[in-house]
């Protein structure tokens, strides 16, 4: 289906949800959760086809995890922490202790993202076989923290995952 050059016309679908926060005694605490998703639609024909041309390329729609824990390590980088590394290191130690779906919907979506042993993707490159051997010591019982703890000292879990004390 082509669609009139008017400007870039996109298809956009937005998915937002809140959950209130409960039992606080002085304030409205509401944690809110939001996807967006934005499709350009093709104006002509050649558009719609794929591009023949680059028979040798990646496919890019196969390496999607890769890039996207390229797109972690860079985060994580942002916030002062070594990012390949502490990547594995979250990597592996959710694989000994994996989030379920006991933890909601945020637990059910990082044990999705990180656990790449369910990707069905191709590896981009080598080095994306390390993601993989992280799982695979968490999983057997290896010591997630003498392994990377020299080069991620602090647990990237710790950033996403705190135990507080109620007082009633």
Known sequence: MIYPELTPTPLTILC????????LAFETVISGYALRMQYFLPNNASQSLPDRRHKGDINLGSTYRWIVYRGIERVL??????GHECLL?????????PL?????????LLHIILT???????????????YQTAERV???GGNCDLLYARK??????NLISILL???K
């Open 138 to 140: 968490g999983s057997r």
């Open 100 to 108: 379920t779906h006991e933890s909601g919907l945020l637990g059910e």
């Open 116 to 130: 790449p042993s369910t990707s069905m993707d191709t590896l981009g490159v080598a080095p994306d076989r390390v």
């Open 89 to 97: 290191r979250v990597i592996c130690e959710h694989a000994a202790i």
């Open 165 to 167: 004390k109620v007082n």
């Open 77 to 82: 980088q942002h916030l002062g922490v070594p």
């Open 152 to 157: 991620c000292p602090r647990s990237p879990m």
């Open 16 to 23: 937002a949800f809140g959950i209130p926060v409960e039992d």
